[in-house]
């Protein structure tokens, strides 16, 4: 199973450059366990699949102090069967989360909601918007659209569901519940061996009134 | 066929609500077959999909004025079964080029490539990184990686082909080629009628180094 994200940061300031320097320590716990590689357009991150949203948060948060108004964008992804096969910086720590269930959806949602509960609270407060892409058949019954309705009904439940848009859902609150919250929908939902992708986007401190 | 992108523009800049408001003029030849909605996290335009990604071009290529860094990420997406079934604002010009074949792959491979031939120059360099998601299982034959690498093929004779990249894949070159190049990876691959999204990043005025 290989897994891991493509992430980019966009602080909207001129120093941008050293912002984005200055919260790359944010990913130092991480580093012995990812693949990590930098060009121009993003940075990639390989690794188990249940670290990568708190390094996503982390770094965020990082990038996002002193109020400056900054945009994390990631591509996330496993079980892509056009990368290589497996990968054993990729494998689920024995006993942990894993990367995928083969309970019925309703079992899932409780799963996540159990474990979104323990979400550490972080004290910047985000707003995120993503869809959630289950690809490929999967011959187990897995139907992409099913579980896209399992995980909104899900993410409803989360404590931090902003509202459904075209395309997309948003969700809105403090910066440990959104990526845990993120991090229950890819790890939960589609086939648990099957491709499944992420298009993520999270803002902080943006001077936009926001109505909902 | 529903089809539409949530747009969104990161000026690297500390005036970068003045650049956003002055680029949306851009917008303007669009604006009477889009509908637009806009939030703190996006905006959404929906309309038909020949006229996404011009449209998407000239407003990130207005932001990208000055040299500013600026980068527009987009999320689009066409025949989504969880939006309305069919929008008329949404339905291809007849006679137009339509948002999908039933040609073999290599067949449209050979339309994609002349289509890109009368591109327009515009004068301005960026960089893209995109993902191409055909979803749902499509009983027409498509299977989702034969579609992906179909277009990977186009890409790669479409005069900006950067290089393949986890989960996703770059172009460079004018925002006349690169535009024209994603819009016929929209079009022309995944089912005709089915359900494709594609994660989109382009980027201008980086002052990070480029290897490839």
Do not use: W
């Not at 188990?48 to 990631?74: E, G, I, K, T, Y």
């Not at 550490?120 to 058949?137: H, T």
């Not at 019954?141 to 899900?154: A, K, L, T």
């Not at 509202?163 to 993120?182: E, H, I, P, S």
């Amino acid at each position: 199973m290989y897994s891991g994200a493509q992430i980019s940061l966009y602080p909207m300031a001129d120093n941008f450059v050293q912002i984005i320097l200055g919260s790359l320590s944010a990913l130092d716990p991480y580093r012995p366990r990812f693949r990590i590689e930098t060009d121009d357009l993003s940075t990639l991150i390989v690794g188990a699949p249940q670290d990568l949203f708190p390094a996503m948060r982390d770094l965020h948060v990082a990038a996002s102090r002193n109020s400056v108004h900054c945009v994390l964008h990631a591509t996330i992804s496993r079980g892509c069967p056009g990368e290589q096969p497996s990968s054993a910086i990729c494998t689920p720590i024995a006993g942990g989360r894993g990367h995928g269930s083969t309970a019925p959806i309703p079992a899932r949602v409780e799963e996540a909601l159990a474990n979104v509960a323990s979400a550490p609270e972080l004290g910047q407060v985000v707003a995120a918007q993503f869809s959630l892409y289950p690809l490929g058949g999967g011959g187990s019954g897995h139907h992409h659209m099913d579980e896209i309705y399992g995980c909104i009904d899900f993410l409803k439940r989360s404590g931090c569901f902003g509202r459904a848009k075209n395309f997309c859902t948003t969700l809105r609150g403090d910066a440990g519940l959104v990526f845990a919250t993120l991090a229950e929908a890819f790890l939960r939902f589609g086939s648990p061996d099957g491709h499944l992708a992420i298009d993520l986007t999270v803002s902080a401190n943006s001077p936009s009134k926001v109505d909902a």
